[in-house]
């Protein structure tokens, strides 16, 4: 079985722009959660979604958006990009919102001048 | 809120010698999952070792082994016999357990492997 995808794996946007990441999580998970990377930090949690429904949101202003599809596919989408947006964006699936293992994609390495 | 704390940004051991990485957190939860996760350079986290903190018995995973300390609220790990391929970043990580998926994560400490 494939693991979890993202797509693209590196993007460049110039601030005030508009960038949308996207996740496609293992076959048969439901959950797809969203994590952003900062370089020499840990992953900070800014959505999760489950059974196409938000499910938990992180510290982050309203230019942080998301989404998930009926195939449990997700997008993350910000708006207005700051240079302190730059940063490494993980996707996380599981199968379930409890006691199951999360499996991380590689990541989109996104990067705003 | 809860928290994690790692408090060694970087270490270094000898090739086949043993490591331990040090992590406390603070939650008021009683049930709880801990984990440690590997980042290699190749940005994909990759879970090594869970333990569920209703469990008294320390989890091991073939070479890497957790002193869980639920009292201390201290979660180490322990990798013996270490390989050039354990190098990377470790996090520590906590997640509730009362159906939140979310996971918080400390700041991670860079290992590195000498030959």
């Known amino acids: 079985d494939a693991g979890v995808t993202q797509s693209p794996t590196h993007l460049i946007k110039t601030r005030g722009q508009h960038v949308t990441l996207r996740c496609s999580p293992i076959?048969?998970?439901?959950?797809v959660s969203w994590y952003q990377q900062v370089l020499g930090q840990g992953p900070q949690f800014i959505f999760q979604?489950?059974?196409?429904?938000?499910?938990g949101r992180g510290n982050f202003p309203d230019r942080f958006s998301a989404r998930q599809f009926p195939n449990y596919s997700s997008e993350l989408n910000v708006n207005a990009l700051l240079l302190g947006d730059s940063a490494l964006y993980l996707c996380?699936?599981?199968?379930?919102?409890?006691?199951?293992?999360?499996?991380f994609g590689q990541g989109t390495r996104l990067t705003v001048v | 809120a809860q928290t994690v704390t790692q408090s060694q940004p970087e270490m270094s051991v000898q090739e086949a010698e043993t490591v331990t990485l040090s992590c406390t957190y603070d939650?008021?939860?009683?049930?709880?999952?801990l984990f440690w996760y590997k980042q290699p350079p190749s940005r994909q986290m990759i879970l090594v070792i869970r333990?569920?903190?209703?469990?008294?018995q320390n989890a091991t995973e073939n070479r890497f082994s957790v002193n869980f300390q639920k009292a201390a609220k201290s979660f180490s790990l322990k990798i013996s016999d270490s390989q050039l391929g354990d190098a990377a970043m470790y996090f520590c990580?906590?997640?509730?357990?009362?159906?939140?998926?979310?996971?918080?994560f400390g700041k991670g400490t860079r290992l590195h492997i000498l030959p």
């Open positions: 996380a699936s599981s199968r379930d919102t409890v006691n199951t293992e999360a499996f």
């Open positions: 076959s048969g998970h439901k959950s």
């Open positions: 979604y489950y059974e196409k429904e938000e499910r």
């Open positions: 939650t008021s939860e009683s049930d709880y999952y």
């Open positions: 333990q569920e903190a209703y469990k008294q």
């Open positions: 990580a906590y997640r509730g357990g009362n159906r939140d998926d979310k996971i918080i």
